[in-house]
């Protein structure tokens, strides 16, 4: 009954230490040109449009209003927005075309991570009655999931920068990745601590960056794209967020998606959004990806982590994986809050 | 496409300052409202939609989050929107889509605004660097327009305070309303205080703490229901910029558009004879008549003629926010909502003291932003065609 | 000075606000348990204990109704060091952050110990409440955690709130009862109910404009206006910007002159929070000849007279104080031109 959708174009802006306007209007224009012409579509025949920002990277009420001028959105458009990673925004996109609302959708995510402090600003996230009034910093929260997860035997810091080598050497080939590069995991555990356990390596860049993509449905797809990237399923759940209300070393949001979703364990490639080495390690054991699984051949959040865009980039990255043949059946992860409190699994392949 | 309908719906004493809960406290007076008046218990909820305006109002980055937990999304999926005013609406505009989809049976969907926690004025007034010093507030990016409106159309000067009046006196029959004047007169209004001229004290919206659910079902959840439910006949929602050259900023044109897809995906053709009772979203008096001929409820030019002969108070052809509306109770990220469960209260007979007598089919509307977000939906009670 | 190879600006953007919280009954109990040096914990219809407390069970979504008191000592079961304190953060010289289970109950409490060194931090470590000497019922009334040298206890079981704890309250070696305020021992609540909070929240962020804008503003700085002319709708923008309408950016510049009809206007005479200016003032939308768009501006020198039509022209500043901002115009005054025909500017309302 329902139609099927795939993902036919999606482009993204390089990842930088610091690019580009709060507003985020001149990095999105030829964001969306190159995602509609990887797609083959004119703007004028994008059924809806969902994006996904927060306001709180701009330091301003209503940031998302002005990203509207990029679309230039007269005529009037069929159009949302999700104060969430843009990986949300895709999903209500998704299901609008799920419901026969629209035929065609383009989702994007965009945030200057640099115009803040980042890690101070992500403090907000955190309950506002007995956390966020003593700003822990989301680089600290991550850490404490670390330490909890090296003292359940769970991972180590020598796993974690295994992680760290294979993502920058992946990411060496990525033009959009803010970092690369070869490292030895034993140089790599030679460096200090950023915050205990975690280093330098274990952290995702402050990154500034934006990601757009196209979806369509059935027939629509098939004419616009030569190998569409199907959607078997979407699916997404949030934990409660209480740090030492949880246990932090699963991710039971993150297991119930998957399993919504029946991901299978033998995937070509799953791109995991992942901000700190540990979270790769977690949602591995948590997603059930068996070690055939390619994780992040893009070098994944670890190289370059747009806030907001970075979960939809995540897609992204798996939709181009089968889209250009290299994978049959991709994964594409994102999460959302402190600690993978908010996860959504997209699975998606070729079909002939 | 499937159906989908509004099963029950709640919602908070809306104030000033709730300071007798938390957000969580206050999400959960309409939550638990909510699903007692639809006769569903958490277990059958399958995901919670949370829409509210900027998170600058609370002070929390992405509050659902933290609130995971409180709203019974825990384990479940969990969407957070936010389109500026419109977010209500747009809200249980998500939810319905995630119905008609079929991915849900039974999703409920939350609005809050907490703006006691800091002051919305400040929040909205944060100019960013490299601008003008020349902010002129809520109401003063607005009264320009009511100029506008009042010059094109050659509305007389009291309709504006007949909106407030009639406004003001239906709040007055509404437990929940936050300003409740049933003693508020044509003279009163327009001796109050004039804030941003041409718009008086009277005829502004107040700052309230409120929140609002509603549970949405499917037609197999629709048709268990032992009580009346509101079929939702069809949804809409258009976005145009906040400028541009030859912006209309008395009738946008994403308004009057989203209103045609609205009554032309509910079969309706002549909005004024077929719709009993419409909940549009009336910060400032003026915009009654203005969206009455944006919605396509009279000609460009005449809309205040329906506000003057009385048409749109309880028992004239088209009542128009019977609950009061946002002129009596304004959370504003959950304003919408209260605009889209009020016309299905209306259609399900639950709306109590100011219940429209025989409604069938009602409009629910919100609007955000420089009036360039609108998002609106028709219910009725019976799932028509 | 060559404005087209201009870079584009930043600036500071900070904003700041004293955000009032109202607790509701769980998290008000909790406050003023906090003030008056007594942790309390709720517990769940599973008997678990929940510090800090949960508003609501998240088996039975039922509202949470009973809390039980808690000593204020520890086992660290999450830590992480921190060398260089953040603004807001508990301690400005380097501390620990912790997962800290109060004994007897089953959940983990944020905050930070004060070890002196990264050293003295582990999992399993025993700590206490060092409580803050000025108290408000606010999560801030913990100062801090410090190393407890006292004896190690049993945890984790669900032993909280049983009446046996309560008697294991500290009553006595807290460094700070200076104050002579009621011991954390005293069961009793000594004071009103706490029923709100305040917590500041302030953040810096950096604005940046883009490269049109720049233009724009370094063009304001010699006391010039500058427009855009879409390339696709022909129509002029100012400030210049891509077009809303078409989504294309910037091509062709177009100077703008400081002349204008005001097409609408609103008298403002209300004080609101965040406002700049004392009320009354005119703030008016100004169509610039030139210009397809109008801008909003102050209209000075008309008190009364301001209207539909009228004609007004900008009031610069002295040039000694021009810089790259719209502030160059102090604002708008009548001109004493006739006023424009409703037609010439009905399409821009």
């Given at each position: 009954m329902n139609p099927a959708v795939a993902i036919i174009g999606f482009a993204q802006a390089p990842c930088r230490p610091s690019a580009g306007t709060t507003s985020g209007v001149e990095t999105l224009v030829p964001l969306f040109h190159q995602a509609l012409s990887a797609a083959r579509l004119d703007r004028r025949e994008v059924d809806f449009w969902c994006s996904g920002s927060s306001d709180y990277l701009a330091g301003r009420a209503f940031s998302f209003v002005s990203a509207i001028d990029a679309i230039g959105a007269y005529p009037p458009i069929c159009e949302s927005h999700v104060e969430m990673d843009a990986a949300w925004a895709f999903y209500e996109a998704y299901v609008k075309i799920l419901a026969g609302e629209a035929e065609t959708a383009l989702v994007y995510g965009f945030g200057k991570s640099s115009a803040g402090l980042l890690r101070r600003v992500l403090a907000l996230q955190l309950d506002p009655y007995v956390a966020a009034p003593l700003w822990p910093d989301s680089v600290s929260v991550a850490a404490l999931q670390a330490r909890l997860a090296i003292d359940a035997g769970l991972v180590t810091e020598e796993a974690m920068a295994e992680v760290a080598a294979r993502s920058q050497a992946d990411a060496s080939t990525n033009p959009y990745a803010q970092v690369s590069g070869q490292l030895t995991v034993d140089d790599l555990v030679a460096t200090p601590y950023v915050a205990d356990p975690l280093r330098a390596h274990d952290c995702a860049p402050v990154s500034d960056g934006a990601a757009a993509l196209v979806l369509a449905a059935g027939e629509r797809a098939r004419r616009h794209r030569e190998q569409p990237a199907w959607i078997s399923g979407v699916a997404h759940r949030v934990d409660p967020q209480g740090l030492g209300e949880r246990d932090l070393t699963t991710v039971p949001s993150a297991t119930a998606a998957a399993e919504a979703v029946s991901l299978p364990a033998d995937l070509d490639v799953a791109e995991l959004h992942a901000p700190f080495t540990h979270q790769e390690l977690l949602l591995r054991t948590a997603l059930g990806l068996g070690d055939r699984v390619r994780i992040n051949p893009s070098g994944g959040a670890l190289c370059g982590n747009p806030m907001f865009s970075a979960g939809l980039a995540r897609i992204g990255a798996a939709a181009e994986q089968v889209m250009s043949g290299q994978a049959r059946r991709a994964a594409g992860h994102a999460t959302s809050g402190p600690a993978l409190q908010q996860n959504l699994i997209c699975l998606l392949e070729a079909r002939s | 496409m499937r159906r989908a309908a509004v099963l029950g719906t709640g919602q908070t004493q809306h104030q000033t300052r709730r300071t007798d809960v938390s957000m969580a406290g206050l999400c959960r007076e309409a939550i638990d409202r909510a699903l007692a008046d639809a006769g569903v218990d958490w277990p059958q909820i399958d995901a919670v939609v949370l829409g509210k305006a900027p998170d600058l109002f609370e002070g929390v980055m992405m509050p659902e989050l933290f609130l995971a937990d409180a709203l019974g999304a825990a384990g479940r999926p969990l969407l957070r929107v936010h389109t500026a005013g419109s977010v209500g609406g747009a809200t249980g505009v998500v939810a319905t889509s995630l119905v008609r989809?079929?991915?849900?049976?039974?999703?409920?969907?939350?609005?809050?605004?907490?703006?006691?926690?800091?002051?919305?004025?400040?929040?909205?007034?944060?100019?960013?660097?490299?601008?003008?010093?020349?902010?002129?507030?809520?109401?003063?990016?607005?009264?320009?327009?009511?100029?506008?409106?009042?010059?094109?159309?050659?509305?007389?000067?009291?309709?504006?305070?007949?909106?407030?009046?009639?406004?003001?006196?239906?709040?007055?029959?509404?437990?929940?309303?936050?300003?409740?004047?049933?003693?508020?007169?044509?003279?009163?209004?327009?001796?109050?205080?004039?804030?941003?001229?041409?718009?008086?004290?009277?005829?502004?919206?107040?700052?309230?703490?409120?929140?609002?659910?509603?549970?949405?079902?499917?037609?197999?959840?629709?048709?268990?229901?032992?009580?009346?439910?509101?079929?939702?006949?069809?949804?809409?929602?258009?976005?145009?910029?906040?400028?541009?050259?030859?912006?209309?900023?008395?009738?946008?044109?994403?308004?009057?558009?989203?209103?045609?897809?609205?009554?032309?995906?509910?079969?309706?053709?002549?909005?004024?004879?077929?719709?009993?009772?419409?909940?549009?979203?009336?910060?400032?008096?003026?915009?009654?008549?203005?969206?009455?001929?944006?919605?396509?409820?009279?000609?460009?030019?005449?809309?205040?003629?329906?506000?003057?002969?009385?048409?749109?108070?309880?028992?004239?052809?088209?009542?128009?926010?019977?609950?009061?509306?946002?002129?009596?109770?304004?959370?504003?990220?959950?304003?919408?909502?209260?605009?889209?469960?009020?016309?299905?209260?209306?259609?399900?007979?639950?709306?109590?003291?100011?219940?429209?007598?025989?409604?069938?089919?009602?409009?629910?509307?919100?609007?955000?932003?420089?009036?360039?977000?609108?998002?609106?939906?028709?219910?009725?009670?019976?799932?028509?065609? | 000075m060559d404005t087209a190879s201009a870079p584009p600006l930043a600036a500071p953007l900070d904003i700041a606000f004293d955000y009032t919280r109202s607790l509701g009954p769980v998290l008000g109990r909790f406050m003023t348990g906090l003030r008056d040096r007594r942790v309390l914990g709720a517990r769940t219809a599973d008997g678990r204990v929940h510090v800090p407390p949960l508003e609501y069970d998240p088996a039975t979504h039922a509202p949470v109704t009973e809390l039980v008191p808690v000593p204020p000592t520890g086992t660290v079961t999450s830590w992480t060091w921190t060398d260089q304190p953040l603004d807001g953060q508990p301690l400005d010289r380097p501390f620990g952050w912790a997962l800290i289970r109060l004994d007897g109950a089953d959940t983990a409490l944020l905050h930070a110990v004060d070890a002196g060194t990264r050293e003295s931090m582990r999992t399993g470590m025993r700590v206490r409440i060092r409580w803050a000497a000025e108290r408000s019922g606010h999560i801030r009334d913990i100062a801090c955690f410090e190393p407890d040298p006292g004896p190690p206890r049993a945890s984790g079981s669900a032993t909280g709130g049983d009446p046996a704890t309560a008697s294991d309250l500290d009553t006595s070696g807290d460094p700070d009862t200076s104050n002579g305020a009621g011991t954390s021992g005293d069961l009793s609540t000594s004071g009103e109910l706490v029923t709100g909070i305040t917590t500041p929240i302030r953040l810096s962020y950096t604005h940046t404009t883009s490269a049109e804008e720049s233009r724009y503003l370094h063009a304001l700085s010699e006391g010039r206006l500058l427009g855009q002319r879409c390339p696709a709708c022909r129509k002029v923008y100012v400030p210049p910007r891509v077009c809303p309408a078409d989504g294309v950016p910037t091509e062709e510049e177009v100077p703008v002159h400081d002349h204008g009809t005001v097409t609408t206007f609103c008298v403002v005479n209300v004080p609101f929070a965040g406002q700049r200016l004392d009320p009354p003032y005119v703030v008016a939308q100004v169509l610039l000849d030139g210009a397809d768009i109008p801008i909003p501006h102050l209209i000075l020198g008309a008190a009364g007279e301001v209207r539909m039509g009228m004609r007004v022209a900008a009031v610069w500043r002295d040039p000694a104080t021009w810089s790259t901002t719209p502030e160059n115009i102090a604002h708008f005054r009548p001109t004493g031109e006739p006023d424009a025909p409703y037609e010439s500017y009905q399409e821009h309302l």
């Open positions: - | 989809a079929g991915v849900h049976q039974r999703v409920l969907a939350v609005a809050f605004e907490k703006q006691s926690e800091s002051n919305a004025m400040w929040a909205l007034s944060i100019q960013p660097p490299f601008t003008a010093p020349i902010g002129a507030g809520a109401g003063g990016y607005f009264a320009p327009h009511v100029r506008a409106y009042i010059r094109r159309s050659n509305a007389p000067e009291h309709v504006g305070a007949m909106v407030a009046v009639k406004d003001r006196r239906n709040g007055a029959l509404n437990p929940n309303a936050h300003l409740r004047q049933p003693e508020i007169t044509l003279e009163s209004v327009q001796a109050s205080p004039m804030l941003w001229d041409p718009i008086r004290y009277d005829e502004t919206c107040p700052s309230s703490d409120g929140a609002c659910a509603m549970v949405i079902g499917d037609q197999a959840a629709a048709e268990a229901s032992e009580r009346p439910v509101a079929w939702i006949r069809a949804t809409a929602m258009r976005t145009e910029p906040t400028y541009f050259a030859g912006k209309d900023h008395v009738n946008p044109r994403a308004g009057a558009e989203a209103a045609q897809a609205l009554w032309q995906a509910a079969g309706i053709t002549d909005p004024l004879a077929e719709v009993d009772v419409a909940e549009i979203y009336v910060p400032f008096s003026w915009f009654e008549p203005m969206w009455l001929e944006n919605l396509g409820f009279a000609e460009a030019g005449h809309g205040w003629k329906l506000t003057e002969s009385g048409e749109t108070q309880i028992g004239g052809r088209l009542p128009v926010n019977p609950s009061g509306g946002v002129l009596c109770s304004n959370p504003i990220g959950a304003s919408g909502m209260l605009r889209f469960a009020e016309a299905a209260r209306q259609v399900m007979g639950r709306a109590g003291e100011h219940q429209v007598a025989g409604a069938k089919t009602a409009l629910g509307h919100a609007y955000g932003g420089g009036s360039q977000f609108f998002s609106m939906w028709v219910v009725s009670d019976t799932a028509g065609r | -």
